[in-house]
C-alpha cells in the first residue's frame, strides 16, 4: 500500500525559507515521477513542481527560481525547498506520486506573512 506524509509545514515571514519533506511508503517511489502541488482558499489545485525518475524537474512560473525539489531514492524521501516565500504562496501544499493511479499525502499548511 502506498501511503504520502508530509511534513515541514508552517508560518514564515516574507522572504523567509521553508523546506517540506514527503515520506513515502511501499516499493514504488524509485519508478516514479513525484511532484508537489498546492490549494490555496477558493482557488483550484495547482502543480508546483515536478521531478522524473531521472531527476528532470518541471516548475510553475510563479515559483521558478524560489523553490526546488529534489528526491532522495534511497530514503523514499521527497523534498520541495521554498525560498523567497511571498504571501501568495500561502497553501495547503500536498505531494503526490504517479504510479498505476495517483496517489496523495494529506497535505500541510503554509502561511507566509506580510
Known amino acids: 500500500q502506498v501511503q504520502l506524509v508530509e511534513s515541514g509545514g508552517g508560518l514564515v515571514q516574507a522572504g523567509g525559507s521553508l523546506k517540506l519533506s514527503c515520506a513515502v511508503s511501499?516499493?514504488?517511489?524509485?519508478?516514479?515521477?513525484v511532484a508537489w502541488h498546492r490549494q490555496a482558499p477558493g482557488k483550484q489545485r495547482e502543480l508546483v513542481a515536478l521531478i522524473t525518475t531521472d531527476s528532470t524537474t518541471k516548475y510553475a512560473d510563479s515559483v521558478k527560481g524560489r523553490f526546488s525539489i529534489s528526491r532522495d531514492n534511497a530514503k523514499n524521501t521527497m523534498y520541495l525547498q521554498m525560498n523567497s516565500l511571498k504571501p501568495e504562496d500561502t497553501a495547503v501544499y500536498y505531494c503526490?506520486?504517479?504510479?498505476?493511479?495517483?496517489?496523495w499525502g494529506q497535505g500541510t499548511q503554509v502561511t507566509v506573512s506580510s
Open positions: 503526490n506520486l504517479y504510479g498505476l493511479r495517483t496517489y
Open positions: 511501499g516499493n514504488i517511489f524509485k519508478t516514479s515521477a
